[in-house]
């Protein structure tokens, strides 16, 4: 700006407003300037301003008012207008944020007034975040690398039985085409799907798509190191039947642990798709698990920044996991009610869960419901069914088989 720019009122340049964030705002500035971008996001003008502000935590950022002259005087004596640098749904760009401009007050004898809204509520209501119907499904992630996904346009897409924990009545994997010799595992806490040495693949169901867009897939793998691959696929599956295979992506690092392999991102070339495992000319087993697959879309330029991923780690009932219905008393290391009728509900996450009973004495009893199935005692087992439980005695029961 040249120094010889001077308004024809004097307005004093300073930040005024006010903040719930727990900092306070920084010193008032001598000056302060306000660039002003067009709708499609081309500078305008870059004005010194009057300005008072709010930030808050629970909703956008806002510019309450900004007030600019009416008329700069030049150095050379001529007058500058800016009126037509401001207009309704233009943006403003003010100590490091960006601001949707809203009313325009130009009935001010003073200057040029208008208010501003953060602009991510505006970026943000514009953005379509995936191109097929369905709601985005993300699989062992935290809230913040959830959002972060959703931001970045990486929409989680359903696979069915993605942790191999939902078996038949042969306990192999639903959803999922077994191969002979591969079979079921219980490793640690978690169920894996596992393949035994040789050449052989192992598909999902068919998964809706849409050409041209692109999708990635992202499965856990364990191999020893040994000859062979062992790796993923996209199998596309086109309208008129016919498929055509993705390069594979083989599993990079074999020591024995679970890594994450990634296929990047790779076209649709059908209708539909499968996600395909497989390995060739493997000497020893190998496991897979928790796939997940993705539909890529735009990228909204924005990330996530909060504290969704913190709970207390102290007992299990002591956080949010737990929704408490009815009177409950906590004591060291459980949890207890003794009105009939009362009961706790949990969000789980894995192929199974063990719930634990103290003695409850004579004629104590509970009722267990996993998404909305009654389960019964079967020896140290739940399945389902509709007889009360007797926890007269302590006891530790399991439901295996859930979909994570």
């Known amino acids: 700006m040249s120094a010889g720019w001077t308004s024809i009122f004097r307005p004093w340049f300073g930040r005024l407003g006010s903040t719930t964030s727990s900092a306070p705002p920084g010193p008032a500035a001598d000056r302060t300037l306000v660039t002003l971008l067009d709708a499609s996001g081309d500078v305008v003008a870059v004005l010194p301003a009057q300005v008072r502000w709010s930030l808050k935590l629970t909703k956008p950022d806002e510019l309450v008012s900004v007030t600019i002259p009416w008329e700069y005087l030049l150095s050379d004596g001529t007058l500058l207008s800016k009126v037509e640098a401001l207009d309704t749904g233009w943006y403003a760009l003010w100590d490091g944020g960006k601001y949707v401009v809203g009313d325009v007050d130009t009935d001010n004898e003073s200057g040029l007034t208008f208010d501003a809204l953060s602009a991510e509520t505006d970026d943000l209501g514009n953005l379509y975040t995936n191109y097929s119907g369905g709601p985005a499904t993300y699989l062992n992630m935290l809230p913040s690398a959830i959002a972060n996904a959703v931001l970045a346009g990486k929409v989680g897409r359903p696979v069915k039985n993605a942790g191999f924990g939902i078996l038949d009545t042969s306990d192999l994997p639903t959803n999922w085409s077994h191969p002979t010799g591969w079979t079921s595992e219980l490793v640690g806490n978690r169920r894996v799907w596992q393949a035994d040495a040789g050449s052989d693949e192992s598909y999902s169901d068919d998964l809706p798509c849409t050409p041209g867009v692109s999708y990635r897939v992202k499965v856990d ?184």
């Open 221 to 404: 793998i364990k191999a020893a190191a040994a000859t062979g691959t062992v790796g993923v696929l996209i199998r596309w599956i086109k309208a008129d039947g016919t498929t055509v295979d993705s390069a594979v992506t083989n599993l990079a690092t074999e020591d024995g642990a679970f890594h994450e392999v990634d296929t990047g991102d790779i076209v649709a070339l059908g209708t539909r798709l499968r996600i395909v495992l497989k390995t060739a000319g493997t000497a020893n087993i190998s496991q897979f698990d928790d796939v997940r697959l993705y539909e890529i879309g735009d990228d909204s330029g924005y990330t996530y920044t909060g504290a969704m991923d913190s709970r207390p780690a102290a007992v299990p009932y002591n956080d949010g996991a737990i929704v408490k219905y009815g009177v409950w008393t906590e004591g060291a290391g459980y949890i207890e009610a003794t009105t009939p009728g009362d009961y706790i509900g949990r969000v789980v996450n894995g192929p199974f869960v063990t719930v634990e009973f103290a003695a409850g004495g004579s004629g104590a009893s509970a009722k267990i419901r996993i998404n909305g199935v009654q389960y019964q005692a079967s020896g140290t087992s739940l399945v389902p069914g509709t007889n009360p439980i007797s926890v007269a005695a302590g006891k530790a029961l399991t439901a295996s088989g859930l979909d994570p």
